[in-house]
């Protein structure tokens, strides 16, 4: 997962070994859980924030802050929107940005952390369990039911 996911290639292994243990933890006692509770778990993770959520946010509302007071009451506070969005090239050409260590040691996962978690509590639920488990020659049918799997 490392070497395709940016931000996670740019994070102390120390800390994406924690997130990934918070995250094994919850998808193991999920196999105890019931259906109801799984599901409540997976509605959680649809609108947990991802990292570029944060970053986008944080960054917009700091640029737009600053170029507001820059207008309205110091042209100074310019300086915060040329030193955010910078940042924000930054994470879009490099996968990095000075504040992801800090929001990666406050647990900030990215999508693709999360959706690991997501599909592994819907095989946990059951979601999966009608798709052939063999291959039967009928490669269309069952990639077409992995795909309507997944999008559930």
Same mark, same amino acid.
């Given at each position: ?62 640029? &737009? ?11 100074? &506070? ?8 910078? &940042? ?39 979601? &999966? ?24």
């Amino acid at each position: 997962m490392k070497a395709k996911d940016r931000v996670r290639a740019h994070t102390d292994d120390a800390v994406n070994q924690k997130i990934e243990a918070r995250t094994e933890r919850r998808v193991l006692q999920a196999a105890n859980a019931n259906e109801r509770t799984i599901s409540r778990r997976i509605e959680e993770l649809e609108e947990e924030w991802d990292m570029e959520r944060y970053l986008e946010t944080n960054a917009s509302a700091l640029a &737009f802050s600053g170029v507001v007071l820059g207008f309205l009451v110091n042209k100074k &506070f310019l300086a915060i929107p040329a030193i955010v969005l910078p &940042f924000l090239f930054q994470h879009a050409v490099q996968g990095w940005c000075p504040p992801i260590p800090l929001l990666r040691r406050l647990g900030v996962r990215t999508r693709k952390e999360i959706d690991a978690e997501k599909y592994a509590l819907k095989a946990v639920r059951g979601d &999966f369990d009608n798709l052939p488990i063999a291959n039967n020659g009928d490669s269309v049918r069952r990639a077409r039911q992995a795909w309507e799997a997944a999008k559930t």
